[in-house]
T-cell receptor
Framework: DSGVTQTPKHLITATGQRVTLRCSPR?????VYWYQQSLDQGLQFLIQ???????AKGNILERFSAQQFPDLHSELNLSSLELGDSALYFC????????????FGDGTRLSIL | GQQLNQSPQSMFIQEGEDVSMNCTSS?????WLWYKQDPGEGPVLLIA?????ELTSNGRLTAQFGITRKDSFLNISASIPSDVGIYFC????????????FGAGTTVTVRA
């Protein structure tokens, strides 16, 4: 058990819709990272937050946004969904501010119909 | 992200065999990481390497940070059935603001 909790595990929705993915980091970890995993693109870094502040940004689309709350949980918002957004979305956490995620959640599988 | 070339793409193992995989790049990395992902789960960090030439073990796993800082190797000794899964290399580079880049993965399956 990594200690990182992601909800929901599965999400099925339609094109054009908006969804929110939730992540609770491992206790004591201040950094939260979001990754997208798809068959054709592999694991892609989206964004990192450290103690509530945005720390680094990767290949995150403008239709996507994220935030980290005072209790350190994080949410990834995906809007105007397209078929190509279907993927596994992972949250990871680490204690420090460096870009090395130590603990991954089990992911949210997003399917766009 | 930075381009990481991971090979082989897939491999078959027989119990007891030693296997190895590697990751190369045209860029110089500051940190190399190796993860394993089982079906339906997130990646698990196996080994982290921070210095050129560093050799680090975690049980039957051994990884090395290449001298040129452009490559890394992972070896699994005396493989067992639970070694099956997807192994990913990943690298951090200061010039890319320490954003982690992942290789495409090596899928390890058991030879029938």
């Amino acid at each position: 058990d990594s200690g990182v909790t992601q909800t929901p595990k599965h999400l099925i929705t339609a094109t054009g819709q908006r969804v929110t993915l939730r992540c609770s980091p491992r206790s004591g970890d201040l950094s939260v990272y979001w990754y997208q995993q798809s068959l054709d693109q592999g694991l892609q870094f989206l964004i990192q937050y450290y103690n509530g502040e945005e720390r680094a940004k990767g290949n995150i689309l403008e239709r996507f946004s994220a935030q980290q709350f005072p209790d350190l949980h994080s949410e990834l918002n995906l809007s105007s969904l397209e078929l190509g957004d279907s993927a596994l979305y992972f949250c990871a956490s680490s204690e420090g501010v460096g870009g090395q995620p130590q603990h991954f959640g089990d992911g949210t599988r997003l399917s766009i119909l | 992200g930075q381009q990481l070339n991971q090979s082989p793409q897939s491999m078959f193992i027989q119990e007891g065999e030693d296997v190895s995989m590697n990751c190369t790049s045209s860029s110089i990395f500051n940190t190399w990481l190796w993860y394993k992902q089982d079906p339906g789960e997130g990646p698990v960090l196996l080994i982290a390497l921070y210095k050129a030439g560093e050799l680090t073990s975690n049980g039957r796993l051994t990884a090395q940070f290449g001298i040129t800082r452009k490559d890394s190797f992972l070896n699994i000794s005396a493989s067992i059935p639970s070694d099956v899964g997807i192994y990913f290399c990943a690298g951090l580079i200061r010039s890319n603001d320490y954003k982690l880049s992942f290789g495409a993965g090596t899928t390890v399956t058991v030879r029938a």
